[in-house]
């Protein structure tokens, strides 16, 4: 056999001993909780509060909407990320929203955990309404409250805007 082809070989067996081993790394590392399902506050007409959730209350009239989704980033077929996005949303629009976590592993995860990315820090006060102190053990799902704000004065044009949720935690299940 020519060393040239001798070579190809070598590097094609590498490469796929790579992928294998890539793979079964990803398989281990799988995350050790999903988010299963959601409620929220806005089922039709709008809700409002003043700055830092103060005098909520609801108008007779529907202008805004949430719209929940969720996205599996490492592709296992566990939701591991919710994307909260406020479309129509003014000045003074306020949504409470839970989401169901699922612990799906073997060993306690801590609320401290919850991560909550706000892509419109301008325009979004939120605020999570568990105590980090919490846990969801084992086998268990637990509802994480969150709540949030359009800030921005009064009048001000409408606007879409989101925040994600997810746990920063991924390990073996
Ligand atoms: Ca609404």
Redesign the pocket.
Known sequence: MKPKILFILVMVALLALGLTGAAWAAAANGQNWMICSNMQQ?T???WVCDENFENIQQLAT?T??TIISYQDNNGDGKNDTAIVTVEKGFPSYYNSLSLTVKNIGNIPISMSEVVIENLNPENLEIRILESPQGTINPGKRKSIGIEFRVSGAPGEANGSYSFMVYLNQIMPG
């Open positions: 806005d039709g007409n709008d529907n805004a909407q």
